[in-house]
């Protein structure tokens, strides 16, 4: 006998897993911010740690309505995971070699664009209102984000 999860199952695992991804994101680039020093990659990392800030917040009534408890979500991706405190080790190794900005907007980069197919695959699936109003906002502003980080990488 096969298993194919039923769409609400997939729906509701790809809004944990970008909402837990937000999360554990904002912690990095609230620790980022005294660490980097570009002036444009720090206004950078500050309008990203606002947005993820906000993003948090607003998604908590989407997830609701999904069945999803956003607090105890929000308590779990605080504690990072194995291969999350590897990738802090990686940025903490480039901070002692003097490679943070690089390490750490690469790092942003794919966090972001693992964010974006996440909201476009939620987009595709999830049929609440609420939601599909939600990824369409928050990947408007993560895409200028990353556009900007993009432009600023380059010159790092």
């Known amino acids: 006998m096969l298993f194919t999860p039923n769409n609400k199952g997939v729906s509701n695992l790809n809004e944990s ?5 937000m999360v554990s994101t904002s912690e990095i680039t609230k620790t980022a911010g005294r660490k980097i020093k570009s002036s444009k990659l720090r206004a950078i990392n500050s309008s ?3 947005q993820l800030l906000g993003s948090i ?3 908590a009534d989407p997830l609701a309505k ?3 408890d956003s607090k105890k979500l929000e308590a779990t991706a605080k504690k990072p995971t194995a291969k999350e405190s590897e990738r802090i080790q990686t940025l903490d190794n480039a901070r ?3 490679t943070y900005d690089r390490a750490y907007s690469r790092e942003i980069i794919y966090r972001l664009d693992t964010m974006l197919v996440t909201l476009n695959r ?3 699936i999830n049929t609440h209102a609420s939601m599909r109003e939600f990824t369409k ?3 408007t ?3 200028s984000i990353k556009k900007a980080l993009d432009e600023v990488s380059n010159s790092i």
């Open 141 to 143: 502003k993560l895409e």
């Open 17 to 21: 897993s970008l909402f837990s991804s």
């Open 57 to 59: 917040t607003e998604m």
């Open 122 to 124: 939620i987009d595709k």
């Open 48 to 50: 990203l740690n606002s």
């Open 96 to 98: 002692l070699n003097a």
């Open 137 to 139: 906002n928050t990947r």
């Open 66 to 68: 999904s069945g999803i």
